[in-house]
T-cell receptor, first 116, second 114 residues
Framework: DTEVTQTPKHLVMGMTNKKSLKCEQH?????MYWYKQKAKKPPELMFV???????INESVPSRFSPECPNSSLLNLHLHALQPEDSALYLC???????????????FGPGTRLTVL | AQSVAQPEDQVNVAEGNPLTVKCTYS??????LFWYVQYPNRGLQFLLK??????LVKGSYGFEAEFNKSQTSFHLKKPSALVSDSALYFC????????????FGKGTRLHILP
């Protein structure tokens, strides 16, 4: 299985809602990533988990809360979001063997989030 | 600061013609360089990477890229374009200070004309 899956595909939520995005991979990758992508822009890194530990938080507001329950799963918990948080949220994973940072990332199809 | 630059917002090429998507980089030390492609409403797909070794790197879907250290470039090429190559292409470089992070260029939209 060489796929990263993300659910849901689309999500519409109000500013007072709590929701979660889910990401799963079964490639044995030990690094997992959350990105935010606005239309026609490059992905912006939000969080990196390495061996199930948070290794990078790119100063993301606390209304976004990541969680890595095990090596195959990555969640992003959302609470009290703002309309400007509407974007495509991408999950990715990669090996962590060999030269550090030399491994390509495998991306999921993304969750299209709309905050009303 | 480390960065990659993609000087063209859009590149138009006739089907069957060779294509080039440009990328230049600015890093200290030896760069780790990547190309990704994004089709509409999809995640990114890895095309190829340069870590070390041969300056000509071959990747998926017939794409290749040439690493040029003197010009600090890593241009993406394909000998004969297909309409299905139309997509958004991102060049990226590993952040030399943070192993798990890559820095993306702004992207180049490739439009193949039938």
């Amino acid at each position: 299985d060489t796929e990263v899956t993300q659910t849901p595909k689309h999500l519409v939520m109000g500013m007072t809602n709590k929701k979660s995005l889910k990401c799963e991979q079964h490639m044995g990758h030990r690094a997992m990533y959350w990105y935010k992508q606005k239309a026609k822009k490059p992905p912006e890194l939000m969080f990196v988990y390495s061996y199930e530990k948070l290794s990078i938080n790119e100063s993301v507001p606390s209304r976004f809360s990541p969680e890595c329950p095990n090596s195959s799963l990555l969640n992003l918990h959302l609470h009290a979001l703002q309309p400007e948080d509407s974007a495509l949220y991408l999950c990715a994973s990669s090996h962590q063997v060999g030269l550090a940072g030399s491994n390509e990332q495998f991306f999921g199809p993304g969750t299209r989030l709309t905050v009303l | 600061a480390q960065s990659v630059a993609q000087p063209e917002d859009q590149v138009n090429v006739a089907e069957g013609n060779p294509l080039t998507v440009k990328c230049t980089y600015s890093v200290s030390g030896n760069p780790y360089l990547f190309w990704y492609v994004q089709y509409p409403n999809r995640g990114l797909q890895f095309l190829l990477k340069y870590i070390t070794g041969d300056n000509l790197v071959k990747g998926s879907y017939g794409f290749e890229a040439e690493f040029n250290k003197s010009q600090t470039s890593f241009h993406l090429k394909k000998p004969s374009a297909l309409v299905s190559d139309s997509a958004l292409y991102f060049c990226a470089v590993r952040d030399m200070n943070r192993d798990d992070k890559i820095i993306f260029g702004k992207g180049t939209r490739l439009h193949i004309l039938p």
